[in-house]
């Protein structure tokens, strides 16, 4: 069974960078019949995808924050990241990995979710 | 983007309850319409895919139906811990968009 795990720091100054990583165990990262995702969650509101990556290396972002994030596979440890540059307090939530199937199109596996908080 | 309305907010049922939330569509997705569960302090769960696809591992009595903007889930008798928040998500277009979400409460 594949299990995602988020780590990175819980808090964040604003103006600066979130970095979250996301480790993939019980399945390779490698396999073309997947996508690698990131989504997150507000305090009491609702799900916002925020982009995804394939084994390709190809990605998508949501196009209000594309400006701002970058994904990336590292094959080599079984994981991908989430980089989000000049956050403020709008970007504190829960954030959540999950694996995409390729053909179908849905996420069928989720981290746990990780609270970042943006405060000085 | 494609903007996901789902009715009603919130529901209260009681156990046995059949159950039904709908989903709406800007534009036509076709059949790119997934619905999830989540419990509080919990990662969403995919129970439906495809718009009637059930997921490995899920209840039977958790059904979809729908195409093109109008979509439904039914559960067709509420058990305790079905007592959750449920998101519908189109994966039509870029960005795939989730519905505001369906609260199901005692």
């Known amino acids: 069974q594949v299990q995602l795990q988020e780590s990175g720091p819980g808090l964040v100054k604003p103006s600066q960078t979130l970095s979250l990583t996301c480790s993939v165990s019980?399945?390779?990262?490698?396999?073309?019949?997947?996508?690698w995702s990131w989504i997150r969650q507000p305090a009491g509101k609702g799900l916002e995808w925020i982009g995804r990556?394939?084994?390709?290396?190809?990605?998508n972002y949501n196009p209000s924050l594309e400006s701002r994030v970058t994904i990336s596979l590292d094959t080599s440890k079984n994981q991908f990241s989430l980089k989000l540059s000049s956050v403020t307090a709008a970007d504190t939530a829960v954030y959540y990995c999950?694996?995409?199937?390729?053909?179908?199109?849905?996420?069928?596996?989720w981290g746990q979710g990780t609270l970042v908080t943006v405060s000085s | 983007d494609i903007q996901m309305t789902q009715s009603p907010s919130s529901l209260s049922t009681s156990v046995g309850d059949r159950v039904t939330i709908t989903c709406r569509a800007s534009?036509?997705?076709?059949?790119?319409l997934n619905w999830y569960q989540q419990k509080p302090g919990k990662a969403p769960k995919l129970l439906i895919y495809?718009?009637?696809s059930l997921q490995s591992g899920v209840p039977s009595r958790f059904s979809g139906s729908g195409s093109e903007t109008d979509f439904t889930l039914t559960i067709s008798s509420l058990q305790p811990e079905d007592f959750a928040t449920y998101y519908c998500?189109?994966?039509?277009?870029?960005?795939?968009?989730f519905g505001q979400g369906t609260k199901v409460e005692l």
């Open positions: 495809a718009a009637s």
């Open positions: 534009q036509s997705i076709s059949s790119f």
């Open positions: 998500q189109q994966s039509y277009s870029i960005p795939p968009t």
């Open positions: 999950a694996r995409g199937q390729r053909f179908s199109n849905f996420l069928d596996f």
């Open positions: 990556i394939y084994t390709s290396g190809n990605t």
């Open positions: 019980g399945g390779s990262i490698n396999s073309g019949s997947y996508y």
